[in-house]
Structure formats: structure tokens, C-alpha cells
């Protein structure tokens, strides 16, 4: 018997491009050229990304995959029965699909992510997959919790637990990720979070990940200025940007960032903002953490670690972290409104 038809939910959204208009132009305005990397991801973006999954060369999503197929039983088992899962940068929901099926009855699943189009092609499809489960595409920015659309009170007997894959925490900074995570306690009181960290590994392995062969890692860079062409009418010479990515031990994390090999002027609105050939646009970071280093982040910001999960090679680990925060029976938090 095939599934029933579930029409897909037109996702919750709040996005529009003033934000990448602005940022654009604080980006270029100032020195060192700096955005953030939540711009890389419009439908081309997304593609890329899932692109990058792929590659022999990058090791992160592979690794986690298999984590989760090792160990998903005893994941579902810390979370329990009845859960409303709220993901974080959902993308493709490859991993929440391994996710809902190990789970016992989960109930709602919430997806947020600032990638519009792919949310709504992706979710469409898990809906299918998942009929008894009530699934929302939020379409917003996870850095700005009270910015997302209001969110359904978990039903009485129900957990809220967050999931959050991919490292894409590496992708904030310090105090950035400190404050997610002190955001994300208050937001699962009463439950916790399930989440994904990339670990310090040899310089080697870590360059060659975000340095493919193929160059995929270097279209994907580069797409955020090709995007800012599409949607803001900038006119960067996108090929006059060098895919520069590299480990810096210091600080325990890859930088990724744009070279500009010949002087240009680049139009936004009515500026113009002149760029010097060398000039370094850094458009990412991703911070690798210790084991004891995450589990004390953690720690300090509203959660008690609980167990983690490794590879082999401890290139990777999972960890289930208890929100230290009590559900309330009602909660101030506006994402609780219904
Ligand atoms: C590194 S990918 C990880 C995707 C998926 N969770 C996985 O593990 O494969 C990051 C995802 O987060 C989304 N994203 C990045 N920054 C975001 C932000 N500030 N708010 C919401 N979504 C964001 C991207 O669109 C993308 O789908």
C-alpha cells in the first residue's frame, strides 16, 4: 500500500535580503573584510553543501553517519519515547531521517533553516516518509533564537530535544556558540540536545577536507559572492577570488576566505567599495574542539554532558547533553506561544 499524500506545510519564515544587503555592505565597508557564513547557503548553496558530504576528502559527515548507524539505538534510548525534535541547519534531513525512525513515537519534528527553498523541497519529502509525525519547516537564523516564528507548546508527556548535527556549531564563534547554547537550554527545558562535534585532528586530514580536488569546497566559497551578484546586483568578478582554507593550531580551527587577485570596485545600492588585489574576504570558520574542551563549553552554558559517542579514530563525536533548565508549566520563552 503506498503512503497517504501529506501536503507539504508552507514553512514558517522571516528572512528577507536587507539582512544580506547590510551585512554585505558592513562586510566590504570595513577592514578585515568579514561575513557571516549563514550567506552561503541560498538553493545553490545547499546543493553545493550536499556536494561537499560527498567528497572522499571530507571525512566530517561520512564519519557522523557512521556514528549514528553504530549508535542511533542508544541515542534514542538517552532521548526516550515521545519526543518534538527541533533541528538546527536541517539541510537535507539525511540525519534526522535516522533520527525518527530509531526514536520511539516521536511526535513533531521542527526543522529550521535559513535556506528557504531546499527547507520546503526537504521536508515536503520527510513528511511522505513520516505521516504520523507532525513535521514544520521554521525558515529562519538559529543565532537569533527570539527572532524565529513562535513555536507550538510541547504537548503534555512530550519532550522537546534539539538536534544538531554536521559541527555546524564550529561555524560560530566562542561566545556566539556559548550563547546558542545557553539559548538552546532555556528553549528544551526539560529535555536536551543531541549534537554533533568535529574534533582536533592532524593539520593534514583537516587541510585536505576543506581543500578538495575537485574544487567543490572552492565553488561553494565562492557562491556566496555569486549570490550577492544574483540577489543584491553586486558586480564581484567572482573568478578573481582565490579558495583560500587552512588550519590555524592556535585557535583550533580551519578559516576559510576569498583572495582577490586583482583590484576591483564593486557596486551595492548606490556605494561602490573599492577592493585591493590580496585583500582576504574571510568567510567562515570551523572551530574543532577537544573532547573535555566541548563537554566544558557545555557545561558552562546550560547543560550537563551526558554520553558521547566516538569513531574509532576519534575523528568525530555525538554528545547527548540534559538542559539543566525544568520545564515550567508555562514557560516564558515566546517560542513556547502557540
Ligand atoms: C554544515 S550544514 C549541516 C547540514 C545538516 N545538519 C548536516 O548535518 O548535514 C549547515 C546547515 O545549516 C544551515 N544554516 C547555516 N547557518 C544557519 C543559521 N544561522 N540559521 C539557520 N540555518 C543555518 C544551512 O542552510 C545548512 O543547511
Redesign the pocket.
Known amino acids: 500500500m503506498s503512503a497517504p499524500v501529506v501536503p507539504a506545510r508552507t514553512p514558517r519564515a522571516i528572512l528577507d535580503t536587507s539582512d544580506f544587503a547590510r551585512d554585505m555592505a558592513a562586510c566590504l565597508g570595513s577592514r578585515p573584510h568579514e561575513i557571516s ?2 550567506y552561503f ?1 541560498d538553493e545553490r548553496g ?1 546543493r553545493l ?1 550536499d556536494r561537499i ?1 560527498e567528497l572522499p576528502e571530507y571525512y566530517v ?1 561520512r564519519t557522523e553517519l557512521g556514528i549514528f548507524q553504530r549508535d542511533i539505538a542508544r541515542m534514542a534510548d538517552a532521548i526516550g519515547p515521545d519526543a518534538e525534535v527541533i ?6 534531513l ?2 534526522a531521517r535516522l533520527l525518527l525512525r530509531a526514536l520511539q513515537r516521536p511526535r513533531r519534528y521542527v526543522a ?4 528557504a527553498e531546499h527547507l520546503q523541497a526537504a521536508t515536503a519529502s520527510l513528511q511522505q516518509e513520516f505521516p504520523e509525525v507532525e513535521i514544520i519547516p521554521v525558515v ?4 537569533n533564537m527570539a527572532g524565529l516564528p513562535a513555536l507550538p507548546r510541547p504537548r503534555p508527556g512530550n519532550r522537546r530535544i534539539g538536534f544538531f ?2 559541527s ?1 556549531l564550529g ?1 560560530l564563534g566562542l561566545g556566539d556558540a556559548r550563547r546558542f547554547l545557553s539559548d538552546a537550554s532555556t528553549l528544551l527545558a526539560g529535555g536536551g540536545l543531541l549534537i ?1 562535534i568535529d574534533l582536533v585532528k592532524l593539520p593534514a586530514v583537516l587541510h585536505s577536507a576543506y581543500n578538495d580536488a575537485a574544487g567543490v569546497t572552492a565553488a561553494f566559497n565562492r557562491n556566496l559572492l555569486a549570490r550577492a551578484n544574483r540577489e543584491l546586483g553586486t558586480d564581484f568578478d567572482v573568478e578573481a577570488y582565490a579558495h583560500h582554507a587552512f588550519y590555524h593550531p592556535g585557535l583550533q580551527r580551519i578559516e576559510m576566505h576569498l583572495v582577490c587577485m586583482t583590484a576591483q570596485r564593486v557596486r551595492l545600492g548606490e556605494r561602490e567599495f573599492a577592493i585591493r588585489a590580496g585583500d582576504s574576504l574571510h568567510t567562515e570558520n570551523s572551530q574543532k574542539y577537544t573532547l573535555d574542551g566541548f563537554r566544558s563549553l557545555a557545561a558552562a552554558s546550560g547543560f550537563s554532558p551526558g554520553a558521547v559517542w566516538c569513531d574509532p579514530q576519534q575523528l568525530f563525536s555525538v554528545h547527548w547533553l540534559v538542559s539543566d533548565h525544568q520545564r515550567a508549566s508555562t514557560s516564558p520563552h515566546h517560542l513556547e506561544n502557540p
Open positions: 557564513p549563514k547557503y545547499s553543501f558530504c559527515t533541528e538546527f541547519g536541517a539541510g537535507s539525511t540525519k529550521v533553516d535559513i535556506s529562519g537564523d538559529f543565532t548535527p554536521g555546524t561555524n554533533g
